[in-house]
């Protein structure tokens, strides 16, 4: 699996981006930037594009970080491993995924002890119908929170 | 040293329109959007793996109807000034368009499951991602041509023709006058030197045909002058506050 109908992000949501508006708009919160990592079909890929991240977000010295994906499955690897890499760092990470009761994750690693399920499915399911499981304004507010807390903790 | 520093600034008009309707030509004038009848013919007949286009009004509230896999809704907005991210950008409310696609024998555009059906079953309306209750929606539905092995190229065809007739919209509104609009929004991007510094990573799709995203569009939401995230590798790129509140990315999941 990939991406199904109910959690891709159109356009539109690209363009009134909720995780965007509540992390921008947090005067406690420095936003530096969206970055945003494609998924290869390669697994060697797959890992060079999450340490690239990582890289990424050390370089830009982030004190934590919120990773987001549009697709569950195989996008999980990626997903897992992109999340490890920033915490291999010592850089507070947060995630938001769809899981349900059909996304459970293919693999995982001790950084992904904080992640927000934006499920809306009654079943917990891929529906099939557009922009039932997407990031809503509360899905994000709940990650930021949780990267406050967890920068808190951390020392950040 | 501990002021917020403002890097950037990009202002986002909108125009909001109450009515959509078919005419001789695209144009936009006292809240109504007009668009050309004949359009679609012409779109046709730029893509040679489309067989047809059909471009229809679906008034609000009118949602009983089939529709092939719902490929992306997409907001109309262009610059007026400036590059993405900065400067002056246009925007519709109250209409939407709404791309979709099925080759001629019927096959679905969508690669991972699709969302072909009665419309007001297939899409959650209100959402960040979708139109609501009272916007019009453009249903652009494209037939592509059978037995062609499912490639990028297939649904990319569709894209392209669908933000070819989007352009179209965009220059009835590089000519509204600014002061016209129904809601202006400054967005800045700034440095708060002593907040905690944060960065969004987004994974995207990027591996095939409907499993891709564009970045860097000549116009905000759109698919020309752009780069796709395969092409480039799947490597991360940053993109700043304001360059993707300006549609700096396009999805083509």
């Known amino acids: 699996m990939g991406i199904g109908p109910s959690t891709k992000e159109t356009s539109l949501h690209h363009f009134r981006d909720p995780l965007l508006d509540v992390v921008s708009g947090d005067k406690d919160i420095d936003l530096m930037g969206i970055m945003v990592v494609g998924t290869p079909q390669d697994n060697k890929e797959k890992y060079f594009v999450g340490q690239r991240a990582a890289a990424w977000a050390e370089a830009m010295r982030a004190d934590g970080v919120i990773i987001s994906v549009d697709g569950w499955g195989n996008s999980h690897v990626d997903y897992a491993n992109t999340i490890e890499e920033i915490g291999k760092r010592g850089i507070p990470v947060v995630g938001l995924s769809f899981v349900g009761t059909q996304a459970k994750f293919v693999v995982t690693n001790n950084y992904m002890d904080t992640i927000v399920d934006f499920n809306k499915s009654k079943e917990g399911i891929e529906t099939q119908v557009v922009g039932e499981n997407n990031v809503a304004v509360l899905d994000a507010k709940k990650a930021l929170a949780f990267l406050k807390l967890k920068m808190r903790k951390e020392g950040k | 040293m501990n002021k917020e520093k403002i890097l950037r600034r990009l202002v986002i008009k909108a125009f909001h329109i109450d009515k ?137 065809s569709a894209f392209k023709a669908c933000d070819e007739f989007i352009q179209g919209i965009r220059m009835a509104l590089k000519g509204l006058d600014g002061r016209d609009s129904t809601e202006s929004h400054e967005y800045l991007d700034k440095i708060r030197p002593n907040s905690k510094k944060v960065v969004i990573v987004k994974q995207i799709a990027g591996q095939g045909a409907m499993y891709d995203n564009q970045l860097f569009s000549d116009e905000p939401s759109g698919v020309s002058g752009g780069k796709s995230i395969i092409d480039i590798g799947n490597v991360p790129m940053i993109i700043s506050p304001n360059e993707y509140r300006d549609g700096a990315l396009r999805a083509m999941t």
């Open chain 2, 20 to 156: 959509v309707e078919v005419g001789d030509k695209n144009s936009i004038d006292k809240r109504m959007l007009t668009i050309d009848k004949e359009i679609s013919k012409n779109l046709v007949k730029n893509e040679e793996l489309i067989e047809d286009i059909n471009i229809k009004i679906i008034k609000p509230g009118q949602h009983d109807i089939y529709v092939n896999t719902i490929m992306d809704i997409i907001p109309v907005s262009t610059k007026v000034l400036g590059k993405i991210g900065e400067g002056i950008t246009h925007t519709l409310t109250g209409v939407y368009v709404m791309l979709t696609g099925a080759d001629s024998k019927g096959k679905q555009m969508h690669e991972f499951g699709s969302s072909e059906g009665i419309l007001k079953e297939q899409l959650v309306l209100g959402k960040a991602g979708t139109p609501s209750k009272d916007d019009y929606i453009i249903h652009f539905d494209v037939t592509l041509k059978p037995d062609i092995p499912y490639e990028r190229k297939l649904p990319l």
